[in-house]
């Protein structure tokens, strides 16, 4: 009994859900078959409180409880195998348990409830931003300290789950590239306030390391003709590392 009630729990939690039911409607109706007679089963136990009697008085049990456990082990490996090519679809969700991948998967019809499951499958991802008139386009990545990234490209989110997944990564991927050749191109000679105001925090980290190491090879280059270059540019260097000190206490520039 307590084997087929868990696994029957398990199960029940599963195909209540329409989309998943949708995709594996022959496991939908061997577990509403099921159901049916799991719950013949819970009703005549609760009919008669006496565990001796409702288990051993009658053949009922005995004979349906065995093809009940039976029938859900074939529920649970069609479900194992639907996971499998899911994550195969989304490598991802190789990294998430089966419990999150079906609460994800039963919500794929709605990003909106899909989103707050990101931060189970991207690192430091809190959710993202919607346009406002169109419910499923995706305008804005956020992170876990709130910071807003646009992507180069919004995009609409639908199909299944794991499909539009792919193109959020996809689109991930797009926006940095972007993001990281215009820093490339546009650093030399910026301010360290005008960096950090114009791009994420990661990506202002790489420019300032672009700044740095086009001085000191620029210093490199010099230091034979010019013997104080190296002093000059480990004075810039510490210049510009007192003006993001500065910057970090500042309230406004909660990305530091």
């Given at each position: 009994?307590?084997q087929?009630q868990?696994?029957w729990i398990?199960?029940?939690?599963v195909?209540s859900?329409?989309d998943?039911?949708?995709?594996?409607?022959?496991?939908?109706?061997?577990f509403a078959?099921?159901?049916k007679?799991f719950?013949k089963?819970?009703h005549?136990a609760?009919e008669?409180?006496n565990?001796?009697?409702?288990?051993?008085g009658?053949?009922?049990m005995?004979?349906?409880?065995?093809?009940?456990?039976?029938?859900?082990?074939l529920?649970?490996k069609?479900?194992?195998?639907?996971?499998?090519?899911?994550?195969n679809?989304?490598p991802?969700?190789?990294?998430c348990?089966?419990?999150?991948i079906?609460?994800?998967?039963?919500?794929?019809?709605?990003?909106?409830?899909?989103v707050?499951?990101?931060?189970n499958v991207?690192?430091?991802?809190?959710g993202?931003?919607?346009?406002k008139?169109?419910?499923?386009?995706?305008?804005?990545?956020?992170?876990?300290d709130?910071e807003?990234v646009p992507?180069s490209?919004?995009?609409?989110?639908q199909g299944?789950?794991e499909?539009?997944?792919c193109e959020?990564?996809?689109?991930?991927?797009?926006?940095?590239?972007?993001?990281?050749?215009?820093?490339?191109?546009?650093?030399?000679g910026?301010g360290?306030?005008d960096?950090v105001?114009r791009?994420p925090?990661?990506i202002?980290i790489?420019g300032?390391?672009?700044?740095?190491?086009?001085?000191?090879?620029?210093?490199?280059?010099?230091?034979?003709?010019?013997?104080t270059?190296?002093?000059?540019?480990k004075?810039?260097?510490?210049?510009?590392?007192n003006e993001?000190?500065?910057?970090?206490?500042q309230?406004?520039?909660?990305?530091l």
């Open positions: 009994w307590i087929v868990n696994v398990y199960m029940e939690a195909f859900s329409g998943i039911a949708k995709q594996l409607p022959q496991e939908a109706k061997r078959t099921i159901d007679n719950q089963i819970a005549k609760n008669n409180p565990c001796v009697i409702a288990c051993c009658n053949d009922l005995k004979g349906l409880l065995p093809q009940l456990a039976e029938q859900l082990e529920c649970q069609s479900l194992t195998g639907y996971l499998a090519t899911k994550c679809a989304f991802r969700f190789y990294f348990s089966d419990g999150t079906l609460e994800i998967l039963s919500q794929g019809s709605d990003p909106h409830a899909v707050p499951h990101l931060q991207f690192d430091s991802t809190a993202l931003l919607f346009d008139q169109k419910k499923y386009m995706a305008t804005h990545l956020v992170a876990n709130k807003e992507f490209n919004p995009f609409t989110l299944n789950v499909d539009y997944l959020v990564v996809k689109s991930m991927q797009d926006t940095m590239q972007d993001i990281s050749r215009d820093c490339g191109s546009e650093v030399d910026m360290m306030e960096i105001n791009f925090a990661q202002c790489m300032l390391q672009f700044q740095w190491t086009t001085e000191v090879e620029d210093s490199l280059k010099k230091a034979r003709q010019d013997k270059a190296m002093a000059t540019s004075k810039k260097s510490m210049a510009t590392l993001l000190i500065g910057l970090t206490v309230d406004r520039w909660n990305k």
